[in-house]
């Protein structure tokens, strides 16, 4: 998985935020490199994805593509490591529509466990989960929880790739608050910024989004996978500038993190 270079903007940014101006890859690295990368900071990013439809118009790795292209950025200007992305999610509410691989919410709760005991193992104490797929929310906060009761000298912190600015600023082109979305305009932007040989645009289908209290099965409520408007006029233009932001607020966010003061031991019982 690769992104396309980043420009002067990162590249000072890179030097504001101590970061090498390329993403630091877990898989590239040998065990040695791999051990000092995460101890420089002590930290590392986890992407999570899914593997799940997206319409007829794009692939079903999106939500993998999307939130690990976030995680490299963030990796180049911050130096935090970037360990190869969790491809499957809890994406058994989209029903009968094919391509999709779900895991149960309990499944992804050991997988994050079991990937962070095995980090933590290894002397890594802080742990940005970032998550491309808005239905393992639920699943990587419990995760949170119990491996901060786990562990009382980690800190483990799940947020959506877009997490890190304020939810209307996205430019989904959609109409009511809750923004629910799915192979929309703005998914669609930014993978034909980062991924156009991927998009099948003369596929391109819309769904009218509406308010509602519940959630839904996806093949409940949209005949073709897209939930979301004027997908035809998703550009690569609006891609670019929705996925430089997510890389920059989150960067900036992250950055901070992992150097933020921890509590007090004297305040502990």
Known sequence: MTIPPLGDNFTALARELGGPGTPVRW????????????????????????????????????????????????SAVTGIPVIPPLCYGVSGSHGSFGGTISLRPETMIRVVEDVIDSLYERGVRQFILLNGHIWNNGALDVSAEKLRVRHRDARVRALGYVTMY????????????????????????????????LVRMDRATSHRDVD???????????????????????????????????????????????????????HRP
């Open 27 to 74: 898989e590239d690295m040998t065990w040695y490199e791999a051990r000092d990368a995460a101890a420089a900071l002590n930290a590392v990013i986890i992407p999570v994805g899914a593997t799940e439809q997206h319409g007829p118009h794009l692939p079903l790795a999106v939500d993998t593509l999307l939130g690990n292209a976030v995680a490299l950025g963030v």
């Open 166 to 197: 304020p939810g209307p600023e996205v430019d989904g082109h959609v109409r009511y608050g809750r923004a629910l979305m799915h192979a929309n305009f703005f998914e669609t932007s930014v993978m034909l910024y980062l991924y156009p040989e």
């Open 212 to 266: 509602s209290f519940w959630d839904y099965r996806m093949d409940q409520v949209s005949e073709t996978g897209v939930w979301g408007r004027d997908v035809a006029d998703s550009n690569a233009e609006h891609g670019r500038a929705e996925f430089e932001r997510c890389v920059v607020t989150t960067a900036r966010a992250v950055a901070a993190a992992v150097r933020e003061p921890w509590p007090d031991p004297a």
